[in-house]
């Protein structure tokens, strides 16, 4: 199945803040964060420059099967650098590729070197089936007729 639409689409439908936290924060306050917020990564910057992107999966696997300690630990230690990113034009049906190929769930999304957005894996499944209903729906219509033309 063709996917239309690029990310800009996406982002243009849900909130503009991007959460990020900073190297030398501890995981512990970084996971603090994601809770807080019901997500699931945060993009890892220092000042406008971004580090990586720090995920549920990384504390799991280099904080409690190491372990470590959140508290004990700094973002910068464990971040997954450098960050895949992609930009507002691209595709939607680029950043699946992404995600299945590099193994990842989140992209930050930057336009000329700046933090605009991030999409994960689900606003991605949310987006294909949007567009599905769409189609099907349109489907519909051309069957019984209400299509015009
Ligand atoms: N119904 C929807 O439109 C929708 C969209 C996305 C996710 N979800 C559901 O949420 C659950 C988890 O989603 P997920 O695996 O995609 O990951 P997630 O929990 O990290 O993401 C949830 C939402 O938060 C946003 N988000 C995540 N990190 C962010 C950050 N640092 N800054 C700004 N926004 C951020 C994502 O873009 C997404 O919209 C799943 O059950 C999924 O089905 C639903």
């Not at 199945?1 to 991007?18: A, C, F, P, Q, R």
């Not at 917020?37 to 580090?51: F, Q, S, T």
């Not at 630990?73 to 995600?99: N, Y």
């Not at 299945?100 to 000329?112: A, M």
Request: glycine residues 10%.
């Amino acid at each position: 199945m063709e996917i239309n639409g690029t990310v800009y689409d996406i982002l243009h439908n849900k909130s503009g803040e991007v959460f990020t936290t900073s190297p030398q924060n501890s995981v512990y306050d970084a996971v603090r964060l994601m809770g807080e917020k019901n997500i699931g990564a945060l993009v890892v910057v220092e000042g406008e420059r971004i580090i990586g992107v720090l995920s549920e999966r990384d504390y799991s696997r280099k904080v409690v099967l190491r372990g470590r300690t959140s508290r004990d630990t700094t973002v910068g230690e464990i971040v997954s650098s450098p960050a895949i990113t992609v930009a507002s034009r691209d595709g939607i049906d680029k950043c699946m590729q992404l995600m299945t190929g590099k193994r990842i769930r989140h992209l930050p999304v930057v336009d000329e070197g700046r933090l605009v957005g991030l999409v994960s894996i689900g606003d991605l499944v949310s987006w294909v089936m949007q567009s599905q209903r769409h189609t099907i729906q349109q489907l519909q219509g051309y069957i019984a007729g209400d299509y015009p033309g």
